[in-house]
């Protein structure tokens, strides 16, 4: 059984910076891909950004490029998201999701990672 928990959420203004973090346990081997997803009141749950184990491959959404960076540490079985320039409406629940399946590139369709975090809830005050 594989275990993820999120931390590193909390209450923002625009334009500031927060850093979650997503620690993976409960096998020996990192998993293949890792990914953020998030969901706000009342939306459905949306990619953010994913990311492969060799780090080859990182796609985000285009609601946060150039913005949130997605980084992952294998010997600590830890998948990062630096979110930086911060908006109101990046308010939501972020989950961690990870697969142990071979992906060339990280699924965008939460349907596709089996392994889920409980969330982190962000917050950005205008």
């Known amino acids: 059984q594989v275990q993820l928990v999120e931390s590193g959420g909390g209450l923002v203004q625009a334009g500031g910076s927060l850093r979650l973090s997503c620690a993976a346990s409960?096998?020996?081997?990192?998993?293949?891909?890792m990914g953020w997803f998030r969901q706000a009141p009342g939306k459905e749950r949306e990619f953010v950004a994913g990311?492969?184990?060799?780090?080859?491959?990182?796609p985000y959404a285009d609601s946060v490029k150039g913005r949130f960076t997605i980084s992952r540490d294998n010997a600590k079985n830890t998948v990062y998201l630096q979110m930086n320039s911060l908006k109101p409406e990046d308010t939501a629940i972020y989950h961690c999701?990870?697969?142990?399946?071979?992906?060339?590139?990280?699924?965008?369709?939460?349907?596709?990672?089996?392994?889920w975090g409980q969330g982190t809830q962000v917050t950005v005050s205008s």
């Open positions: 409960g096998r020996t081997l990192s998993p293949y891909v």
């Open positions: 999701a990870a697969d142990f399946n071979f992906w060339s590139r990280p699924p965008t369709n939460s349907n596709e990672y089996l392994y």
């Open positions: 990311i492969t184990r060799s780090g080859d491959s990182t």
